[in-house]
T-cell receptor, first 115, second 114 residues
């Protein structure tokens, strides 16, 4: 399967712990996005990379959140000192730079539960 | 700010009947509008988009959407619903500050009853 891959699919952690999610985009896609989705809501934009450069970050992305895409391929999203309010589905998506914004290919998401 | 609203949390329709999932938008200028679908335990999938041109846009899985500028609406439609269409549907619009950020509606759960 050559779609967007995310892992782990589920993560349960205690408040205060750090967690890291990984996203492997479609190989030829140079844009990569992170979104967060809570129950009953639509996805909310967190951040966006073009190749290895992080070009945009939402105000939702507090300083406890950091994302990287070191070689312009896979990306990681780390949450430090997790809080219960961080419990959500974290979605990764990728696209080609030449495609008009909106045609995103999403992974199945990583569900975080903070106890 | 650009935004979309989905006035119905839940839509139920009988298999074989036409379905409509509603979306209204608030956009300055010419809108780009999108529909995505989320099946259980699956990622969001792009269905269709409106950029410009014909007000009736055709997309994947037999879905279409009608852009109505006077009513600021972009309703998703399908002539004959299938049980397999049961899913969560989101309309979306690019964020006003960046075409690369999508703002999603709150979603509409479509249930097609056999």
């Amino acid at each position: 399967d050559t779609g967007v891959s995310q892992n782990p699919r589920h993560k349960i952690t205690k408040r205060g712990q750090n967690v890291t999610f990984r996203c492997d985009p479609i190989s030829e896609h140079n844009r990569l996005y992170w979104y967060r989705q809570t129950l009953g809501q639509g996805p909310e934009f967190l951040t966006y990379f073009q190749n290895e450069a992080q070009l945009e970050k939402s105000r939702l992305l507090s300083d406890r959140f950091s994302a990287e895409r070191p070689k312009g391929s896979f990306s990681t999203l780390e949450i430090q000192r997790t809080e219960q309010g961080d419990s959500a589905m974290y979605l990764c998506a990728s696209s080609l730079a030449r495609v008009i914004a909106g045609e995103l290919f999403f992974g199945e998401g990583s569900r975080l539960t903070v106890l | 700010a650009q935004s979309v609203a989905q006035p119905e949390d839940q839509v139920n329709v009988a298999e074989g009947n036409p379905l409509t999932v509603k979306c209204t938008y608030s956009v300055s200028g010419n809108p780009y509008l999108f529909w995505y679908v989320q099946y259980p335990n699956r990622g969001l999938q792009f269905l269709l988009k409106y950029i410009t041109g014909d007000n009736l846009v055709k997309g994947s899985y037999g879905f279409e959407a009608e852009f109505n500028k006077s009513q600021t609406s972009f309703h998703l439609k399908k002539p004959s619903a299938l049980v397999s269409d049961s899913a969560l549907y989101f309309c979306a619009v690019p964020y006003s500050g960046s075409a690369r950020q999508l703002t999603f509606g709150s979603g509409t759960q479509l249930t097609v009853l056999p």
